[in-house]
């Protein structure tokens, strides 16, 4: 399985960026997706997530602002997470996940740099 990501970058607070991960590969059965983020010197965090049902969940801290879709083409899933009223607090580097039925089954994208600017 592979998963790359795209769309991170630097943006000015109150601004909006769209991250994207396409996951190739994926002989497994999708269970869930999300979006994590680590800032530096903190835990790694689920920012939003979605099953394989569309049902979805949101950190307290980005309810509101941040939306997680998915969309299907060709062989390859794609996950996007579009960011809104972004604030400096949201500076990260952000990885895309996605898990199967096993325990054993859980991929990472490569992670990619956001930077707001306040």
């Known amino acids: 399985v592979q998963l790359v990501e795209s769309g991170g970058g630097l943006v000015q607070a109150g601004g909006s960026l769209r991250l994207s991960c396409g996951a190739s590969?994926?002989?497994?059965?999708?269970?869930?997706m999300g979006w994590y983020r680590q800032a530096p010197g903190k835990q790694r965090e689920l920012v939003a997530g979605?099953?394989?049902?569309?049902?979805?969940?949101?950190a307290d801290s980005v309810k509101g602002r941040f939306t997680i879709t998915t969309d299907n083409a060709k062989n390859t899933v794609y996950l996007h997470l579009q960011m809104n009223n972004l604030s400096s607090e949201d500076t990260a580097v952000y990885y895309c996940?996605?898990?199967?039925?096993?325990?054993?089954?859980?991929?990472w994208g490569q992670g990619t740099q956001v930077t707001v600017s306040s």
């Open positions: 996940n996605i898990k199967g039925w096993r325990v054993s089954q859980s991929y």
């Open positions: 590969g994926t002989s497994i059965i999708i269970r869930e």
């Open positions: 979605i099953t394989s049902s569309g049902i979805t969940n949101y």
